[in-house]
């Protein structure tokens, strides 16, 4: 049962740089983090998740890793990252680090040998050809940012695969000893506690040198493997927007990854908020496969990239756009957006809180991103994926109490806005009983007392209206019904559940309600959620 920890486990995924600045030098680092888990402990949070934090360049948040086995100077040194892992086991919190191994920056040791000279023993690591590929603006990732997925290195004396940005060389995972590489970074970081890998671009890994001749999945085989003989219990979390015909490919009966992104349900979920009808995301629980052996979907609303809605139609993500997007600042690479959703739903709490609710619902393991507890805004001035990575908003004062430098951040919403500071931070809503902050806490507490939505069976009710959703989760004789109503009426609905006495009210838009008889109708109301136990009947 501990090996399988992540069945009720409430991610939170953070940027260190971003999160709280403890030396005054405008960055966030590990000695500001650990001052802040004591809050994170409070959100009721047991998992974090943390973005890059190793040398870089930075022209990536990170993601163009110079240095695999080291933390980026301005985040602090390796001793801060261990005192951080210990502050954080200290409070029963596990932690997972992104790994990034589809490529590096170009500025990597192992790239600058490379392109040294064609007999250099990091060579093969990574992906060449000595002509420019007839397809080589096939398959781009940022479009109309990037333009090609190959690029000629004038030293090396040939072109370079390249699946993201020019300056992240892809590594070639089909060569064993960069299989063996990755392993090695594994094994370093288990040994200083952490509990698993969020695994970037998995897609992009699996496919064989030249993304032509098809996939293997052998690699992560052996990643599962390796993690298993190291740390009992660590996991493997995929970032893979795949569509549910390629689940066992990625679980593997669970001997692969322990965790898959939801991609297809997360803009499912997107278009039935814009259309404030559950019947989207309905249609794609209904067709959704049950990962195989100990596997398990993670469910998500937002994260630090772009809200994408490619699986949808043109149609539907115009629908998206117009409900959540309309302006062309709000758009990136004529696919998604680029605002987190407190921006997307202008501050509404009531909205905002049915989302969240909804996300803990949902089977699978949430996963958040940092300020979604407290309505964190965007910033459309900054570039590209970075208007949604803005820092983390403590309290009305200079620079959102993120950092004691007196330099003002560009980085941040306009103070004097909707989403600024004074008006978002975490410290006004610690006071204000009825903040979004307090809300989402009691959502977490609810969901982590209910682990018939982890570790059980969830199925869907259909009570004949399509703009409520009602899941019902049982698991070793409990039960636990949830009710979400995506419309702006109010609803009264009837549940028919078989064997059921009375309903024990768990969380609810209206607060604390008493125990009601099963023959009594649930009423909800508008954007309004309800979690219900059953109360068996004992014949």
Sequence with gaps: ???????????????????MDADGDGVGDFRGLADRLD????LGVNCLWL?????????????????????DPRHGTLGDFVEFMHAAKDRGMRVIIDLVVNHTSIEHPWFQSARSSPDSPFRDWYIWSDEKPADATDGIVFPGVQ??????????????????YPHQADLNGANP????????????????????????????????????????????????????????????????AISYDRTEDYYDQGDRMSMVFDFLLNQHLILSFARKTAAPLRQVLERRPLPGGTGQWANFIRSHDELSLERLSEQEQQECFDAFGPKPEHQIYGRGLRRRLAGMFDGDQTRLSLA?????????????WFGEEIGLGENLNLPEREAVRTPMQWADERNGGFSPS?????????PNGKFGYHAVN???????????????????????????????????????DDEVLVLVSQWRGGRVVTLHNFSPKPKSIKLEIDAIERYLPMLSTEGTLAPFPAEQPVDIPPYGYCWLRCDQERR
């Design 39 to 42: 809050y994170l402990e409070r």
């Design 147 to 164: 333009k090609s997925v190959w690029t000629y290195d004038r030293k090396a004396g040939a072109w370079y695969m390249h699946r993201f």
């Design 406 to 414: 007196k330099e003002p951040r560009e980085d941040l919403p306009k």
């Design 51 to 71: 973005n890059p934090f190793f040398p870089t360049p930075n022209r990536d948040n990170g993601y163009d890793i110079t240095d695999y086995y080291g933390v």
């Design 426 to 464: 975490v410290a006004e809503q610690i006071r204000n009983r009825d903040s979004l902050l307090q809300a989402v806490s009691a959502m977490i507490r609810t969901r982590r007392s209910a682990p018939e939505i982890g570790w059980g069976e969830t199925s869907l009710i259909d009570t004949g």
């Design 356 to 368: 969240y609710s909804l996300l803990f619902a949902l089977p699978g393991t949430p996963v958040l």
């Design 1 to 19: 049962m501990s090996d399988l920890w992540y069945k009720n486990a409430i991610i939170y995924c953070l940027d260190v740089e971003k999160f």
């Design 177 to 240: 000893d960069v299989q063996d590489e990755i392993l090695k970074i594994m094994g370093f970081w288990l040994a200083l506690g952490v509990s698993g890998f969020r695994v970037d671009a998995v897609p992009f890994l699996v496919q064989t040198k030249t993304g032509k001749a098809g996939e293997d999945f052998s690699l992560l085989t052996r990643m599962h493997d390796f993690l298993a003989w190291r740390r009992a219990g660590a996991v493997l979390l995929a970032e893979a």
